[in-house]
């Protein structure tokens, strides 16, 4: 047992960086994308020039008015495109997840007592159109079908274009409906020689009883170009939009190169009540980051190692999950000379090491962001996380003076955190002092003081109000 305990106290100490306690906190609950109304999830996994992209579906509505248009850099095959497992981003997004923290101060006047501690697969079928009219389509509108298959509950077709008011009438056509004017959004892209990944639900196929949603689809790809287009995903918005994007290496960090990234405000220590207002927090934190930000930035949520995690909100993703997100590289040897990319690390039990993850949060608008997303790899490995504390007072008798010295620090930390959260969430100052508890601190009683030390104050006393 002692050596356990050792060990546990040196994990934690290796973590302290700039604060005054070590990450091995209990961790309480999490800010995940449950918390916004208008949340797309998208996962990359990229090494070199092969990218494995997976994109959410969080389309509500009739299933037949579904329809997504994806420019793509490079022609696609019916083999690069599979249906993806929903729960896979749903894991991405609980270990990522800003997470709320708490602590628990040990009483000043008890003595201290020993820590104690309780390859993807891809699902060909094929639908081919008519070439008759696929030749109509390509000398009246400029459009080519490039390939046609069914994945799933999906019908793909990869298109090239000429022109964008050829391919949005070819769209409208076809039975993809999208909304009026998108040809100004397509252009760019024909002009970049871009390929359109378009999907529609077959209705045949998609059983109800069986999927809730629409499933996530799965694109994989090789190209120079590392980006993710968003412009498209504008079209039908009503205001902002908030994108979450997971994006896996083997490297280190994967970063914006267009945008500006900043960390989310992180490592401050709040008051308890948060506990219950946890989402309500997170979501005002969040905006108010953001507005003073000029809107026009990226957050950093999460970059860490996937073998661990410190506090976890969830555990590390298991090597099959993980390649359910896409992650190809994981049968690369981690040492050695033929170890690929990935870093040659050392396993740890129950996760991967050479899966490195960043949790990028964008919120979006057509005016905010006119370029698409543009990344980069790179072999930054620094650890960052949402991380926000809760610290519960000590309990049990504290009229020591050390305890006593204790309380009167408590009122200048309970002030500290009201202002820290007014400051983070625009929420006003005094409603949360009212919600602060109370700090009466302990120590002798008047009647109990000595003679002389009652005198001597009631001599003060009438000193400062006159000889009356």
Not at 96 to 118: G, I, K, Q, W
Not at 124 to 134: G, H, K, L, V, W
Not at 312 to 318: F, R, T, Y
Request: aromatic content about 10%.
């Amino acid at each position: 047992m002692k050596k356990l305990y050792l060990s546990v106290v040196i994990l934690c100490l290796s973590s302290l960086g700039g604060t005054a306690w070590a990450f091995c906190g209990f961790y309480v609950s999490k800010a995940d994308s449950s918390l916004y109304n208008r949340a797309s999830q998208v996962a990359i996994a990229r090494d070199g020039d092969r990218t494995i992209l997976t994109m959410a579906n969080d389309y509500q509505g009739e299933v037949k008015d579904f329809a997504m248009v994806v420019p793509v850099p490079v022609p696609i095959e019916e083999g690069q495109v599979r249906v993806g497992d929903p729960r896979v981003l749903d894991r991405l997004d609980a270990f990522s997840a800003p997470r709320l923290v708490e602590y628990f101060d040990s009483n000043p006047c008890d003595p201290p007592l020993p820590m104690t501690m309780e390859g993807v697969m891809m699902a060909p079928s094929a639908a081919r159109t008519a070439e008759n009219q696929a030749l109509a389509d390509k000398n009246e509108l400029g459009v080519t079908v490039e390939a046609s298959f069914s994945v799933g509950e999906y019908d793909i077709q990869i298109l090239s274009a000429t022109e964008s008011d050829g391919l949005e009438t070819w769209l409208n056509r076809n039975g993809y409906r999208i909304p009026k004017g998108a040809s100004e959004l397509l252009r760019p892209y024909i002009r970049q020689n871009m390929k359109f990944f378009v999907a529609k639900v077959n209705l045949e196929q998609f059983d109800r009883s069986e999927f809730q949603k629409l499933r996530p689809l799965q694109i994989a790809y090789e190209s120079r170009r590392f980006m993710l287009p968003i412009r498209l995903g504008m079209m039908n918005a009503q205001g902002e939009q908030d994108l979450i994007v997971y994006l896996l290496s083997p490297n280190g960090r994967i970063e914006l190169t267009n945008y500006r990234t900043v960390n989310v405000p992180s490592d401050v220590e709040l008051p308890t009540f948060v506990k219950e207002e946890f989402g309500d927090f997170y979501r005002d934190m969040f905006e108010t980051a953001h507005d003073r930000e000029s809107r026009r930035v990226a957050f950093l949520e999460y970059a860490w190692n996937m073998a661990n995690c410190d506090p976890c909100s969830a555990d590390p993703l298991s090597t099959e999950e993980l390649k359910e997100a896409g992650v190809f590289w994981l049968d690369y040897p981690t040492v050695g000379p033929n170890s690929g990319r990935g870093p040659g690390f050392a396993p740890l039990p129950g996760g991967n090491p050479n899966v490195f993850i960043t949790r990028l949060h964008i919120r979006y608008s057509r005016n905010t962001f006119p370029e698409d997303l543009v990344f980069q790899e790179t072999g930054n490995t620094q650890q960052f996380q949402g991380r926000y504390v809760l610290r519960h007072a000590a309990q049990g008798d504290l009229s020591c003076e050390a305890g006593r010295e204790y309380q009167r620090g408590l009122v200048r930390r309970y002030e500290q955190e009201a202002q820290t959260l007014a400051n983070l969430t625009g929420w006003d100052l005094g409603e949360i002092r009212d919600k602060q508890p109370d700090v009466e601190i302990q120590g002798p009683k008047p009647e109990s003081l000595p003679w002389w030390r009652n005198f001597w104050g009631s001599f003060r006393s009438s000193l400062s109000q006159g000889w009356g």
